[in-house]
């Protein structure tokens, strides 16, 4: 296999996928419905806020793809051009999205 197409990832790229697996945790699958948005609400007035981005961008994709595909059930394709962008080849980001699932 050609390196250019190993999904491995960095220990820091996993830690990445660990904060933002515990970040959907929190935030709570089916946020789209009337109750997750409700529920939104009232974290934010009681004081609650988002997740911190992490400041290395290319953590910072991984963080935000994980995330939010784990959160929404879906996968949004800014979200994939994100990580391409980062230099995530194409095994990378199918092993990422396997891991949002």
């Given at each position: 296999?050609?390196?250019?197409?190993?999904?491995?990832l960095?220990?820091?790229?996993w830690?990445?996928?660990a904060i933002?697996?515990r970040?959907?945790?929190h935030?709570?699958?089916?946020?789209?419905s009337?109750w997750?948005t409700?529920?939104?609400?009232?974290l934010?007035?009681?004081?609650?806020?988002p997740?911190n981005?992490l400041?290395d961008p290319?953590?910072?994709?991984?963080?935000a793809?994980?995330s939010?595909a784990?959160?929404r059930?879906?996968?949004?394709?800014h979200?994939?051009?994100?990580l391409?962008?980062?230099?995530?080849?194409?095994?990378?980001?199918e092993?990422l999205?396997?891991?949002?699932r």
């Amino acid at each position: 296999m050609p390196p250019s197409s190993h999904p491995d990832l960095s220990p820091a790229e996993w830690r990445a996928v660990a904060i933002a697996l515990r970040d959907a945790a929190h935030e709570g699958a089916g946020s789209s419905s009337w109750w997750g948005t409700l529920r939104h609400v009232l974290l934010w007035l009681s004081g609650h806020r988002p997740a911190n981005r992490l400041a290395d961008p290319r953590l910072e994709a991984i963080r935000a793809f994980v995330s939010e595909a784990r959160c929404r059930r879906r996968i949004e394709p800014h979200l994939l051009d994100r990580l391409a962008l980062r230099g995530f080849n194409q095994r990378q980001i199918e092993a990422l999205a396997l891991l949002s699932r």
